[in-house]
């Protein structure tokens, strides 16, 4: 069972970014999942989730119209495509995968500094 984040990077204030997350091991299509982040200091925040099949998509107010969730059941994959970064986005970002009948599981985490 695993998750295994890829895509981050550095990346210039304005500029943008697609992340990636790999699940292998579990039934990715019967999981919801998100994306959360943790700047350094500060707790981990949900930052998008996406239903299990794509059809609900919710974002964190700090990224709505400046980020998308997707997902693709076929590849086992789910994405975040950022615009417009900040600096304020500087973070680790997670993937998270959700079942209601079994544990949460989570990824190691990439970076993403935003810095000009």
């Known amino acids: 069972v695993q998750l295994v984040e890829s895509g981050g990077g550095l990346v210039q204030p304005g500029g943008s970014l697609r992340l990636s997350c790999a699940a292998s091991?579990?039934?990715?299509?019967?999981?919801?999942m998100s994306w959360y982040r943790q700047a350094p200091g500060k707790e981990r925040e949900l930052v998008a989730r996406?239903?299990?099949?794509?059809?609900?998509?919710n974002y964190a107010d700090s990224v709505k119209g400046r980020s998308t969730i997707s997902r693709d059941n076929a590849k086992n994959t789910v994405y975040l495509q950022m615009n417009s970064l900040k600096p304020e986005d500087t973070a680790v970002y997670y993937c998270?995968?959700?079942?209601?009948?079994?544990?949460?599981?989570w990824g190691q985490g990439t970076q993403v500094p935003v810095s000009s």
């Open positions: 996406i239903s299990s099949v794509g059809g609900t998509t």
């Open positions: 091991g579990f039934t990715f299509s019967s999981y919801a």
């Open positions: 998270k995968a959700d079942h209601p009948f079994s544990v949460a599981l």
